[in-house]
């Protein structure tokens, strides 16, 4: 095709089999990851010495990226990019998600026998684009016109799907490991944004970075998301806990033997739609706004202590939250005999932290005002906030949390007394409970997507009567 020839502007839905020396102008709503390859030079055969040099035989090393476009509220396009390994690299780092584009003069196939597609996102052209850094007039570069821009960046806020085709997080998560390896669509809120992480992949030794984004609905509390991409993870950073919506279409379900339940993955078939125009999203975002930010309040209201009565072992916990009695509830409680052989109430550990008044969110450092942008309140309050370790015959159990009222019982005493006594009086307060064996009552919460770690939370302790223990205690 001569190079002097004009091309037209085409249209996703006036794409068809004849359509030949146009451009596309669209924007960007997916983005696959690269997949890198190596192979022979075309026009080669495979089993032909290579008289080339390394560095030229580093240059046939290939590679492909798949785009997924959008130019109306109806139609979508797969793009798949083939080239060598430089120019997917480049590709790959020019554009994002959100991004609008000039595709020029690609090819285009049909869908219909095609195989490839079962590995893309799902779209509603039967056509698919090919560009190959083969045919030098096939190229795809940034959209600069800024009338059409800001009518396709408008396009990222139309749902592909229907709130109707969207399951609750709770019914993949009492799913279990049955869903493993399945697709669904989601309407979820970004709960909590965890810090980019590199790992050693095993089989190529190759580091690699993941992120993990807590998401949570009306339903759940919680769900683990992890993203693999570079392009994903940066796009994560722009969004917000409690604030940003994300419709996920063809959300792949993976099991994680890590946290013990079901997780989130993007697929090669996922498409995310950040913020979309739902009516409900009000409901949602209202719902994510009222949920309790500290774990530990949410803990301490759920059962009173006076129905905790099943007697364990320190060992028994540990192997209900970590080894081989773990079950499918991420809660349960205990009546613990054990001794207190951490209490450090004169020492450097922090005994008193702060929170909200209104809404109980904790509050770090100097600054007064509530971290939560929607909380009406700027006041703070003193609490206590005790990491208190229990041991008995079979081990110990080490960082649980003793806060707030329960403490006070226990210590009887409030914040404000206990700050005016002197290291000699707490130590003395500290020793009426150091060593003694004392009847603990615990609400246990697993370690989840929420989480970081297993929580456990005091909810009474008292002096153990001997004649109680001697008949509850277990040998295990």
């Given at each position: 095709m001569a190079s002097s020839e004009l091309s037209t502007v085409k249209t996703i839905a006036q794409i068809n089999d004849e359509a030949r020396n146009?451009?596309?102008v669209a924007v960007v709503i997916a983005k696959s990851s690269p997949r890198f390859f190596s192979g022979p030079p075309k026009n080669r055969n495979f089993f032909e010495q290579d008289t080339t040099s390394d560095s030229a035989g580093l240059e046939m090393a290939r590679g492909v990226l798949t785009l997924t476009l959008r130019d109306s509220a109806r139609d979508t396009i797969n793009c798949t990019i083939w080239g060598k390994a430089d120019t997917i690299a480049h590709y790959?780092?020019?554009f994002e998600v959100g991004d609008v584009i000039d595709v020029n003069r690609p090819q285009v196939s049909s869908t219909v026998f095609g195989r490839s597609e079962q590995y893309s996102p799902t779209v509603t052209s039967p056509y698919c684009l090919t560009v190959n850094d083969q045919a030098q007039l096939a190229q795809i570069v940034r959209h600069e016109g800024s009338q059409d821009t800001a009518r396709l960046r408008a396009?990222?806020?139309?749902?592909l799907v229907q709130p109707g085709s969207t399951i609750p997080l709770a019914d993949i998560v009492a799913s279990g490991s049955g869903c493993n390896g399945e697709t669904f669509?989601?309407?979820v809120v970004v709960r909590a944004l965890r810090a980019k992480r590199d790992v050693r992949v095993a089989r190529s030794n190759e580091v690699k970075s993941f992120r993990e984004v807590v998401l949570m609905d009306?339903?759940?509390p919680g769900v683990v998301m992890k993203f693999w991409s570079e392009s994903y993870i940066r796009w994560s950073e722009r969004w917000t806990p409690l604030q940003t919506v994300l419709?996920?279409?063809d959300a792949r379900v993976e099991y994680s033997a890590y946290y013990k339940t079901i997780c989130l993955a993007v697929d090669r078939k996922t498409i995310i739609t950040q913020d979309p125009d739902l009516a409900q999203l009000s409901n949602l975002l209202a719902h994510a706004r009222s949920i309790p930010t500290q774990d530990i309040d949410l803990v301490c209201s759920?059962?009173?202590?006076?129905t905790i009565s099943t007697v364990m072992t320190v060992q028994q916990i540990l192997d209900r939250t970590e080894g081989d009695l773990v079950q499918e509830q991420d809660q349960f409680t205990a009546l613990c005999y054990a001794v207190i052989t951490r209490l450090d109430l004169d020492g450097p550990t922090r005994t008193v932290s702060e929170r909200c008044v209104s809404c109980r969110t904790l509050v770090r450092g100097q600054d007064a005002a509530c971290p939560r942008y929607d909380c009406p309140a700027g006041g703070r309050?003193?609490?206590?906030?005790l990491t208190v370790d229990i041991t008995d015959h079979t081990g110990t159990l080490a960082g649980c949390r003793m806060v707030s009222r329960v403490a006070e019982a226990v210590l009887q005493c409030d914040v404000a007394s206990f700050k005016r006594q002197t290291d000699d009086q707490k130590t003395h307060l500290k020793w009426k409970f150091l060593l003694d064996r004392c009847a603990v009552k615990l609400i246990v919460k697993r370690r989840s997507a929420v989480r970081f770690q297993n929580l456990y939370s005091i909810v009474e302790c008292t002096i153990a009567d001997p004649a109680e223990v001697e008949a509850k205690l277990k040998v295990y």
């Open positions: 146009f451009i596309l790959d780092n020019a396009l990222l806020r139309v749902p669509n989601l309407l009306c339903s759940h419709l996920l279409v759920l059962s009173s202590a006076a309050e003193p609490f206590f906030d």
